[in-house]
């Protein structure tokens, strides 16, 4: 199990923004991070509509974090990307367990997904951007 390459490359653009603390255009973005141009603006629109990043259009126009670095924790841009995060389908609001009733009454793994999911959770909110930039 593992992230999507789009959430892989939001953390990286978010941690560039977050290095550079200045604003910068989505090319230079693209460059830094080494994610295609094409992405990166996609992965950009997703970062601006959450509210993670801001977008100035212009001549000095570009990106920069709509919040400071040690407010914008890992948790955040994996949110953003792939929605909350759950380790199991089966611990979602919406999910209807097709176990026979018997069997399910009460499922032994949903506790048990329920506390990983809450343990990563944790993990991520943990990381601020912050505490990986270079002093």
Avoid: N, W
């Avoid at 209807?96 to 069997?103: A, G, H, N």
């Amino acid at each position: 199990m593992h992230i999507t390459l789009e959430t892989d490359y939001a953390v990286r653009i978010v941690y560039c923004l977050a290095c550079q603390q200045v604003r910068m255009d989505a090319k230079a973005i693209s460059e830094a991070t080494g994610v295609t141009l094409r992405f990166s603006l996609k992965i950009l629109r997703k970062l601006v509509a959450s509210g993670l990043v801001r977008s100035y259009k212009g001549t000095h126009g570009g990106y920069e974090l709509a919040r400071s670095a040690e407010e914008m924790t890992l948790y955040d841009v994996l949110e953003t990307v792939e929605g909350p995060y759950a380790f199991s389908r089966c611990i979602a609001p919406d999910f209807e367990c097709t176990r026979k009733s018997s069997d399910c009454i009460p499922c032994k793994f949903q506790k048990i997904y329920c506390d990983i999911s809450k343990t990563v959770q944790a993990q991520l909110r943990a990381v601020h951007f912050s505490d990986l930039i270079d002093k």
